[in-house]
């Protein structure tokens, strides 16, 4: 005669099974979430960087000033190549937007949707970051 108890196991198993398995997807999707925002925080100081080390006071209505620092958040470069992938899948140069103040450079994310596993994580005006204008050495002539 066969125990009542014959099918509990695979029951159980089953059971649990759901409950790791959305444990390791919530995981998973945490995680994506924070490499690729990490990215995103990364080039966008990378781009602040480059803006306030190259930034003129004319550079501020340059639009291939701008466009350099979009490519630098971008792509990684001022000029990527023509298949360059972006830092974040689906990240644009439409999506970054360039400050200059008279003493900083301004980088922002804009309009940009991280898109996860089973969501999507809007990233209006993040992350943004603010360097000081680099401040021109003064040429001294060795001659004198």
């Known amino acids: 005669m066969k125990s009542p108890r014959t099918g509990s196991a695979l029951i159980e198993l089953a059971g649990s099974l759901i409950v790791v398995s ?3 997807t919530g995981i998973f999707q945490f995680s994506y979430a924070l490499s690729t925002y990490n990215a995103l925080v990364n080039a966008v100081r990378a781009g602040a960087r480059y803006a306030s080390l190259q930034s003129q006071p004319s550079n501020s209505a340059n639009p291939d000033f701008t466009k350099a620092v979009q ?34 450079a301004t980088v922002s994310v804009r309009g940009f949707e991280l ?16 360097f000081p204008l680099a401040r021109p050495s003064p040429i001294t002539d060795a001659s004198k």
Do not use: H, Q, W
Not at 78 to 95: D, H, M, R
Not at 115 to 130: C, E, H, M, N, Y
């Open 71 to 104: 490519n630098v958040v971008v792509y990684g470069v001022p000029s990527p190549p023509p298949k360059a992938k972006p830092v974040a899948p689906g990240l644009t140069i439409e999506n970054v937007e360039l400050f200059l103040d008279p003493g900083t």
């Open 115 to 130: 898109t996860a596993l089973f969501s999507k994580i809007k990233l209006d005006g993040r992350p943004t970051v603010t």
């Open 22 to 24: 959305a444990l390791f």
